[in-house]
T-cell receptor
Framework: TQLLEQSPQFLSIQEGENLTVYCNSS?????LQWYRQEPGEGPVLLVT?????EVKKLKRLTFQFGDARKDSSLHITAAQTGDTGLYLC??????????????FGQGTILTVHP | GAVVSQHPSWVICKSGTSVKIECRSL??????MFWYRQFPKQSLMLMAT?????????EQGVEKDKFLINHASLTLSTLTVTSAHPEDSSFYIC?????????????FGPGTRLTVT
């Protein structure tokens, strides 16, 4: 079973602060996706990283895929109240009968206070 | 981005009845869709993989006779919760898989809140 450990599970910060969310696994993923979900809605895809060592930026969000494609991080600079939500990392399984399925981390509930 | 819809967005049903939830990919064809279940403030739990034109594959512990999945077209998958019980109350979310470059991406529907009374 491929597990994806996401941390921290809860994060409560003030507006303007920076934060980092981590996803770690002992398994290799063919790609990794980050989602943001608001209460009562489905997850919205933020980014997909595919290449080991890849860094992608989306405004104040920076996503990194580890060199060995086993871990990833999401860094938010100068957090805003609108960043509040549940952040999920999900790794795409590399092959076999589970090809294409996503393994989800436990999620990080981010609350940004004004 | 790709758009996936779900219907209904919420449903209340009585114990013992069946409920059907539809998942549609609106602007792309999806040979594979997935059904998830989510509990409050928790991550998504994969229930089954829906394959167009063939039987769904279920994750361990998910009763296939209780959660019937049909993927009759490239844009529609349905999940039917049969003989629903209060413990089936949950947030059900579908996703549709699309090839993006050399990797697959999953796009999620808005979810269906099921309450069984």
């Amino acid at each position: 079973t491929q597990l994806l450990e996401q941390s921290p599970q809860f994060l409560s910060i003030q507006e303007g602060e920076n934060l980092t969310v981590y996803c770690n696994s002992s398994s290799v993923f063919s790609s990794l996706q980050w989602y943001r979900q608001e209460p009562g809605e489905g997850p919205v895809l933020l980014v997909t990283v595919v290449t080991g060592g890849e860094v992608k930026k989306l405004k104040r969000l920076t996503f990194q895929f580890g060199d060995a494609r086993k871990d990833s991080s999401l860094h938010i600079t100068a957090a805003q109240t609108g960043d509040t939500g549940l952040y999920l990392c999900a790794g795409a399984r590399a092959g076999g009968t589970s090809y294409g399925k996503l393994t989800f981390g436990q999620g990080t509930i981010l609350t940004v206070h004004p | 981005g790709a758009v996936v819809s779900q219907h209904p967005s919420w449903v209340i049903c009585k114990s013992g009845t069946s409920v059907k939830i539809e998942c549609r990919s609106l602007d792309f064809q999806a040979t594979t869709m997935f059904w998830y279940r989510q509990f409050p403030k928790q991550s998504l739990m994969l229930m089954a993989t829906s394959n167009e034109g063939s039987k769904a594959t279920y994750e361990q512990g998910v009763e296939k006779d209780k959660f019937l999945i049909n993927h009759a077209s490239l844009t529609l998958s349905t999940l039917t919760v049969t003989s629903a019980h209060p413990e089936d109350s949950s947030f059900y979310i579908c996703s549709a898989r699309r090839l993006a470059g050399y990797s697959y991406e999953q796009y999620f529907g808005p979810g269906t809140r099921l309450t069984v009374t």
